[in-house]
């Protein structure tokens, strides 16, 4: 009893007491002021799970709208297919008007057979008066009347076309930093029609004069591929149709769309300069039979003139020349690289 006594009285029971009300105090506060925190925290977390809903209820309407977009495209590229693919069925070749003008000529149909006909009669003339026997002018009267117009719409109708392809990404350019800058898109295709280099320019200004006429401009834009039969032309009237319909930038399509065309230059310059060895050696091929021949009649026009004075010979000759025809296409097909 002495000794708790003692121990009582002693400095060390006086830090012991001390501790001990100091632990109550703070348990007392603790438990009194624990239910408060534990609301704060119930409701942040009661906002953290309405924010989290919230989010992902955003998320999944957004996601929505992205599927919904996603298919309004895919059904309008899915339409236009369709409707190209039913307009090459009725029409596997162009119309005569359509033919002529992608080829930049305004002739009627009455020009051209009238500029067919003079053709194959001076063709015919030169042939028969130089001596040639009535058979072989009457087949150069032939290739006159039938062959060489229409190669030159086609050459020209193939010139125009590169021309096209080479200034079309500058035009496309032109109203993608037009739109960016915040003009109107009238504006930015009379811009581009004025600016342009032709048959760009000229194709621009077609489409403006439709919709000086009231026409919507992805109607207007429609037929620029009718004009202009290329790839190209179609990407440009689909991006005009799918934005009319479904919305969202123009500018980023169309600067996709300067790129994609850009591409697809950059691709046909390097398919046209790895088959150039095998146009050069398809030209070696085909024109070294009449190398050949002009030689020939050049050392022994007696001998050589064999092929030209007896039946024979010019039923050799045409057989000759169907084969070479023939391997002339055959090989043309053959590095002829379409993308």
């Not at 050799?316 to 002339?328: E, F, H, K, R, S």
Request: a positive charge.
């Amino acid at each position: 009893m002495a000794d708790l006594n003692s121990f009582l009285v002693s400095p060390l029971a006086d830090y012991l007491i001390s501790a001990l009300i100091v632990v109550s105090v703070v348990g007392i506060t603790f438990t009194l002021l624990m239910p408060l925190f534990s609301k704060d925290k119930l409701g942040k977390r009661k906002e953290g799970l309405v924010q989290k809903n919230g989010t992902q209820q955003s998320g999944r309407s957004q996601k929505i709208d992205v599927t919904a977009r996603r298919k309004t495209v895919q059904d309008q590229l899915n339409a236009m297919e369709a409707a190209q693919a039913a307009k090459k069925k009725n029409a596997d070749k162009p119309i005569f008007t359509d033919w002529i003008g992608q080829a930049g000529l305004s002739w009627s149909k009455s020009k051209f057979y009238f500029i067919s006909v003079v053709c194959g009669c001076i063709v015919f003339a030169v042939s028969f008066f130089s001596g040639q026997s009535l058979w072989i002018s009457i087949a150069l009267l032939f290739v006159g009347v039938f062959g060489i117009p229409r190669f030159y719409v086609s050459r020209r109708r193939k010139k125009r076309f590169n021309q096209f392809l080479d200034e079309f990404p500058n035009a496309v350019d032109i109203i993608v930093r037009g739109i960016k800058s915040g003009m109107p898109l009238g504006e930015c295709l009379h811009v581009a029609a004025s600016e342009a280099k032709d048959p760009v320019g000229l194709e621009f200004a077609l489409v403006l004069d439709k919709m000086q006429m009231g026409i919507p401009l992805a109607e207007a834009i429609q037929n620029m591929p009718k004009r202009v039969p290329l790839q190209e032309t179609n990407f440009l009237a689909i991006v005009f149709a799918i934005q009319a319909q479904a919305g969202g930038s123009l500018s980023d399509a169309l600067n996709n769309l300067s790129k994609t065309l850009r591409q697809r230059k950059e691709m046909k310059g390097k398919i046209r300069a790895v088959s150039q060895e095998a146009k050069s050696s398809a030209a070696i091929i085909g024109s070294l039979p009449f190398i050949v021949t002009i030689m020939l009649y050049l050392i022994a026009p007696s001998y050589i003139r064999l092929l030209v004075d007896t039946d024979i010979g010019l039923i050799l000759v045409a057989v000759g020349l169907t084969w070479m025809t023939i391997g002339i296409f055959v090989m043309r097909k053959m590095i002829d690289f379409k993308i």
